[in-house]
T-cell receptor, first 112, second 110 residues
Framework: GNSVTQMEGPVTLSEEAFLTINCTYT??????LFWYVQYPGEGLQLLLK?????DKGSNKGFEATYRKETTSFHLEKGSVQVSDSAVYFC???????????FGAGTILRVKS | DVKVTQSSRYLVKRTGEKVFLECVQD?????MFWYRQDPGLGLRLIYF???????EKGDIPEGYSVSREKKERFSLILESASTNQTSMYLC?????????FGSGTRLTVV
């Protein structure tokens, strides 16, 4: 079946450090891939998405590239801020609009 | 502003009670979903529906049922609440244009 594996946290970084959160997936065909973010006490928000191989999703300085050959969708940001502290979820859907399969989530803590 | 509304933000129920969690969307989306969120486990799909009066089991349907009598409303039912159903419950809707999540209901079963 379809599944998503993301790196365990928590990840603790100093402000302005480089961020990578690894995400790999198992799925048949060409799923759509997503990163969602959940800030403390808030709901789930879409951070970025990619719907086909080699697509790069980007938003708020975050980027992720859909790599079919390595079945990966790693999240990166060049310089994190304290306000980026949140839980980040990688997810996939077999086709856009269908059910989402989520990873376990990675807690990011950024220190000033 | 389009949205998914969950009826309660916090709920405390007793073991054995029948619990209803309501979700309403105003986007005319065909698809609706119920997830539960637990630390270290991410979001796990309980039930979903791709049309009115249609429902399909997700990954963890045991102890739950759902109802979708109207397109905009998708209800999650805990037939006899147990302490291991204490969790955050998230409703979502989608179409080919994207997904929208509700704010969640934090349910505590005592």
């Amino acid at each position: 079946g379809n599944s998503v594996t993301q790196m365990e946290g928590p990840v603790t970084l100093s402000e302005e450090a480089f961020l990578t959160i690894n995400c790999t997936y198992t799925a048949t065909g060409y799923p759509s891939l997503f990163w969602y973010v959940q800030y403390p006490g808030e709901g789930l928000q879409l951070l970025l998405k990619a719907t086909k191989a080699d697509d790069k999703g980007s938003n708020k300085g975050f980027e992720a590239t859909y790599r079919k050959e390595t079945t990966s969708f790693h999240l990166e940001k060049g310089s994190v801020q304290v306000s980026d502290s949140a839980v980040y979820f990688c997810a996939l859907s077999r086709s856009y609009g269908n059910k989402l399969v989520f990873g376990a989530g990675t807690i990011l803590r950024v220190k000033s | 502003d389009v949205k998914v509304t969950q009826s309660s933000r916090y709920l405390v129920k007793r073991t054995g009670e029948k619990v209803f969690l309501e979700c309403v969307q105003d986007m005319d989306h065909e698809n609706m979903f119920w997830y539960r969120q637990d630390p270290g486990l991410g979001l796990r799909l309980i039930y979903f529906s791709y049309d009115v009066k249609m429902k399909e089991k997700g990954d963890i349907p045991e102890g739950y049922s759902v109802s979708r009598e109207k397109k905009e409303r998708f209800s999650l039912i805990l037939e006899s609440a147990s302490t291991n159903q204490t969790s955050m419950y998230l409703c979502a809707s989608s179409s080919t244009t994207g997904y929208t999540f509700g704010s969640g209901t934090r349910l505590t079963v005592v």
